[in-house]
């Protein structure tokens, strides 16, 4: 039995209590919804971090030049102080009321929460670039190569202008045969999936911000990429990725060896407050909304086990790129773009003719214990379990890949072999004529009906 069936009987994690104290009421003249809001409380475990090892004289100077390389805010110069206050100077902080003994544990707690996962030796001693693991190379046709905002256009395929006033920024629609691509891609992902051993979850894109936060995602700030809803509807936050679901599907539970390891696999909507530069990055390829198929495994607690789980999720990322028939390149990536809670991690970037640059289209992690210190989640034997993450398709940026590399010099797009089945059989997908392409005009200003007279 997976770990599914065999997690069937745990009780939910989450329980929807209703607070009525939680609830905001409206001011005068502003319409009230017809039913109440709860405020969820989250039931996850203290987390449990490793201070024997944290505040032990001999890692000091390790965990500081693993904070400096991730170009961290965190300090282990505050955290060594303040255990040696509760834990050393046991007379002065026996002295202290309760009240302030709590306060200080909670300090000591979230200054160790701070600290990024220890890197790898070998991400360590390689500075600050990535190291080029592998490389396919991409050969130019000889005609002009268009970039996808242009093919989509031509394909009459997308929508990623004059949206601010319907949906903002970084929005877009798909329409007709990238409308199509993308289900294809979707399914055809998760066939592949399964049938590697992973089981399929569908998860839910609101989560409390305690699952989020303990999972890396800083929920917290001006920088934080994470939407948040108004506190009238309680704690709750929209997913990044489903990584942060799964995670929390696992929270508070001890899985036993036969559940060991648990591979997983979910299609799920990601919602991020993204930033970036308005040249390259523009249209498609930087979104706040875009539907992504993730890989989630959970091993035992040795490292072994996390690093075998991490090179097979590698591998099925590269078999799944290759067989879409795409030119791209693997980095084993640098300290500062590890993010907190990764080990080591790998990114796979596609080479993007249109826009003449590499792009991200996948990455792999091992967060070895990070995660399911955070959130309770052990073996049997009382260990924590390692989690290892992976993207196996990101829509958006797959739809640009596949569009810029396999364009054709009419505008066409040929689809790769493996994806036709999943859309009737088409081999191409070719332009309209130009009669039958949508011809929009967007109003942008309210004398424009006064203008035109």
Known sequence: MGILGQLRSVPPLISGRLSFACIKHPPVGVRQSSSSYPCPDVNIPRPQLDWDWISHPDNHQKISENIKLRKS??????????????????????????????????????????????????????????????????????????????????????????????????????????????????????????KAGFSLLSVPDLLHPAIISACGMTVEGDRTQVYQLDPCYGQVALSGTAEMALGGYLAGKTLTREQLPGLMCAVSRCYRAETGRLGEEKGLYRVHQFTKVEMFCVTAGQEEESSSALAMVHQLERDLFTKLGLSFRVLDMCADELGDPAKEKFDIEAWLPGREMWGEISSCSNCTDFQTRRLGVRAEDGTFCHTVNGTACAVPRMLIAICEQMQTKNGSVVIPEVLRTYMRGKEVMEPKPRKLRPNFVFINSANFLNKSK
């Open 73 to 194: 805010k965190a300090s282990i110069d505050k955290v060594t102080d303040i255990y040696k206050e509760i834990y050393l100077n046991t007379d002065i902080h026996d002295m202290k009321s309760e009240t302030a003994r709590d306060a200080i544990k909670d300090e000591l707690l979230s200054a160790g929460l701070a600290l990024p996962n220890m890197c790898a030796d070998r991400v360590l001693a390689m500075g600050d670039s990535p190291t080029l693991v592998y490389e396919k190379p991409f050969t130019n046709p000889e005609f002009k190569v268009r970039k996808f905002e242009d093919i989509a256009r031509i394909l009459s395929g997308a929508r990623m202008s004059n949206l601010t006033l319907m949906s903002g920024e970084r929005t877009y629609y798909l329409t007709g045969p990238l409308a199509e691509l993308e289900q294809a891609l979707i399914q055809w992902t998760v066939d592949q999936l399964v």
